[in-house]
């Protein structure tokens, strides 16, 4: 091995022979410079660190569950003789000497003082068995504990002479109880945690020995394991013989000097302090280099992105330009060759009507011409009347009354022809114009109908609310009707009440002028009762009881029968 190879490892093989890997979950640096790193490394994993806890979490035998059963008695046990110890102590302690202002007030502080530890810990130990402990609940109970431990000694303090070795020794003694006590609920509370939580990594405890042989070294790697979460105590030894065996390698490399290292070997050192391994530290650069690459690639991959989604923005809006042009030369060809449609059946009327003009003009000169021939031979006649040519003449005169003829019949057909033309054209305008206007009769039948339909609609409407309107008015009527017959039933009640109450006056005057005893009272008061229920029958005894304050149904019942055996006697109220 040369100078200039990084040694794989330096620690004794025997210490950890499986090589721990690297730590899980430690961040990747984001820099090259020493700054303090963000994150912290996350706990090693039990595959890491060797110490993993692969122990079940099954039920307690019988056997286990009376042995719990046994220790928490001897815990609890353990625990009242310390409150028995320290209770009096601390009372009258707090009375003397804490200016409480009697004995009972004491009592009630060491009460308090120690309802307050065993509650803490009653609470400490339930959350820890429901998976959910709370840290920090453990050093209020600490505090309270060396409280107590304080004032039991103070208690047991010499007073107006010097401190001697016995006095000092009574007063550890008083705080031996609640030590003990307390180490044997840290205790139940690591091993309730283990029990329901049986997958969770140990961590290792650094050899007393090594605490006893260099305490300064051992305090720094318990801080290094504590802050960044090692659990494994060979780990952490390895990760610091690593770091002296890369230290002396580079040392050998320059001669000494350091400060010819480049940045890049010197960040073991640097980067020891945030938890990084030697091998984690020298893959800083080669990760820091291809998370920027990354990084690099992501921008770029975003930005090809960008332009793709913008190149497909501009395509479709460039579609989207074609297809209304291609609209709008769609409409334009309609429009043009309707325009095109039209100017053909006016050119064609032109050309039929001038057609027509030309055959009528040729047809007048060959009459003209026939004309001026007739007279001509009509001369030649007259002249040569004598010669024997008459029937020549005749014959010349049939032939151009026979030409003419021709001439008016091609007229005529040339008339008939561009009459045919323009009726042909005049009767597919009047078929498009009658065409539109069936069109138009037929929107105009649909909107009649529509109208129609909406007016039939509204009179069904304005019939459903005049039957509402009904339905509403009679329900009003019927209730004005009800109303009015509840206002009868009232003022007749309150009649019968008012005439309920003279008669009852009457008879209550004309029993005060027979004076009579209270039950006769009572039971002359309950056959009026009697008479305005309709019967004996039809009196309830709660209602004798409530008009006459008795509490006892069988009093009421007894006051009942005597009414009625009055009014069978023939009792009458005065009237």
Known sequence: MTLTDWPRTAADPNLDPAGPAVVSGTPEP??????????????????????????????????QKWATGAIVAAALVLA????????????????????????????????????????????????????????????????LTAATVVLNAASGAPKDRAWELLDYVAAGAHGVVPILFITVVELGRDAIDR??????????????????????????????????SVTSYPEMIRRDQ????????????????????????????????YGYTVAQALAMPDQQERAAQEREEEAERRRRDAETRSEIADAEAEADRLRAKGKVE??????DGQTGQARAHARAQVSAAERAAELEKQALDNAVIAEAAAREAEAGRK???????????????????????EKRKEAAEADRVAAAEAQAV?????????????????????TERAAAEAARATAEANRKKAEEEGRREAALAETARSKKQAAEADRDAAET???????????????????????????????????????????????????????????ASEYRQEAAELLAGGYTPAA
Do not use: C
Request: charged fraction near 30%; charge should be neutral; hydrophobic fraction near 45%.
């Open 30 to 63: 984001v820099s090259q410079t020493t700054g303090t790193v963000s994150d912290a490394p996350e706990p090693a994993s039990e595959t890491e660190n060797g110490t993993g806890d692969n122990s079940s979490g099954g039920k307690l035998t019988g056997s």
């Open 80 to 143: 009242a003789i310390g409150l028995y110890l320290s209770f009096e102590h601390v009372a009258v302690f707090a009375h003397k000497e804490l200016r409480f202002g009697s004995l009972g007030k004491g009592q009630l502080f060491a009460v308090g003082v120690d309802v307050g530890i065993m509650v803490m810990i009653a609470v400490d130990l339930l959350m820890a068995w429901l998976k959910r402990p709370i840290a920090w609940i453990r050093y209020p109970v600490w505090l």
């Open 195 to 228: 029990m329901v939580r049986p997958e969770r990594a140990e961590r290792d405890s650094i050899p007393w020995i090594r605490w006893t042989l260099a305490p300064a070294a051992t305090a720094k790697i318990f801080r290094r394991m504590r802050l960044w």
């Open 242 to 273: 690593e770091l002296i065996a890369y230290e002396q390698w580079l040392k050998r490399k320059y001669d000494g000097d350091l400060s010819q290292a480049t940045e890049d070997e010197l960040l073991p050192m640097r980067m020891a302090p």
């Open 330 to 335: 769609t409409v334009r060809a309609e429009v």
């Open 383 to 405: 002249a040569a009347e004598e010669r024997a040519v008459e029937a020549e003449a005749d014959l010349r005169t049939a032939a151009l009354e026979l030409q003419a003829a």
């Open 426 to 446: 005049e009767t597919r305008t009047v078929a498009e114009n009658r065409r539109a206007a069936a069109e138009t009769n037929r929107a105009a039948a649909e």
């Open 497 to 555: 009440r008012r005439l309920t109450a003279e008669i009852e006056r009457r008879a209550v005057e004309a029993e005060d002028t027979a004076k009579l005893k209270p039950r006769e009272r009572a039971v002359r008061k309950v056959a009026r009762m009697i008479l305005a229920a309709g019967g004996a029958d039809q009196l309830p005894l709660a209602d004798i009881q409530h008009e006459l304050a008795v509490a006892s149904p069988g009093t």
